[in-house]
């Protein structure tokens, strides 16, 4: 069923490849596709970052907060607190709002993702981050009440590893679906203690094995909505996790998305 929605041009790996990383996707809940986008696509996302996004002065909405807020520099002038929504960016920042759209409408991409899906699909949420600080074991599907199916692609913009703050997942967890704490996160939009530390808990005690990914510019990980993953904090300050992040749900899902 799943090779029927795979085309031809569905990515460079060819279709046998892919195939094979639904197996993963279906088993793991997740799967490593390498070098799915183009690598000029991910530098030129990059330097619009640069020279469009970070001398941006108003307020932006931030993946932590849910809220527009002037960007946060370290001292290395590194933008700290990601963006969220940058699919809907527009305006003086259209420029960087259109390249991350193209790259998340790029055919191999949304190819795998609704193969993945099992259903036509829009874009629920994006964030673009500069650097990790880490982000918390949670599933995406406990944010977002009344969505039931979910596949984030996680699109690694230069090389990421456990030094530049690696994204993790906890391999099969998708299968335990609503770990203790489901309902705490639904209750408002920002992760809740209880619920992080809950579903963290769950999957340790369930023995599902923390994967950290090594990824290579162009690489993409598709990740089921009940999958626990998460990120480390970078442990090399001097070095970028350019990265940019997207969720596509059911069409018909869309309508149950908060509006912004
Ligand atoms: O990149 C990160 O640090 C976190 C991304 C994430 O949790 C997500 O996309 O759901």
């Not at 960016?89 to 099992?118: D, H, I, K, S, T």
């Not at 992760?191 to 809950?198: D, I, M």
Request: net charge negative; hydrophobic share 40%.
């Amino acid at each position: 069923m799943l090779m029927t929605m795979l085309s031809e041009d569905a990515a460079r790996t060819g279709p046998d490849e892919l195939a094979q990383r639904a197996g993963d996707y279906r088993e793991q809940g997740y799967a490593v596709v390498r070098q799915v986008c183009d690598a000029a696509a991910c530098a030129k996302l990059i330097d619009l970052f640069e020279s469009t996004v970070k001398p941006y002065q108003r307020p932006l909405h931030r993946f932590q907060s849910h809220q527009p807020e002037p960007h946060l520099l370290d001292a290395r002038g590194r933008v700290i607190n990601p963006l969220l929504g940058v699919h809907r960016l527009g305006g003086e920042l259209e420029g960087f709002g259109a390249a991350c759209r193209a790259l998340m409408n790029a055919p191999p991409l949304v190819v795998m993702a609704e193969a993945l899906l099992q259903a036509q699909s829009g874009v629920a949420e994006s964030f673009y981050f500069e650097v990790s600080r880490g982000t918390e074991a949670h599933q995406d599907l406990a944010y977002l009440p009344g969505v039931s199916k979910m596949v984030g692609a996680w699109v690694a913009l230069e090389p990421v590893d456990a030094g530049s703050g690696a994204f993790y997942v906890y391999a099969g967890s998708h299968r335990a679906t609503k770990v203790a704490g489901f309902g705490a996160a639904q209750r408002g939009p920002d992760p809740s203690r209880e619920y992080l530390a809950e579903a963290l808990q769950a999957v340790t005690a369930h023995g599902y094995e923390r994967q950290v990914l090594r990824l290579e510019t162009g690489d993409v990980v598709f990740f089921d909505g009940a999958v626990v993953h998460g990120s480390l904090p970078s442990g090399a300050p001097e070095r970028t996790r350019h990265s940019l992040t997207f969720h596509r749900v059911p069409l018909d899902a869309l309508e149950y998305l908060p509006r912004r």
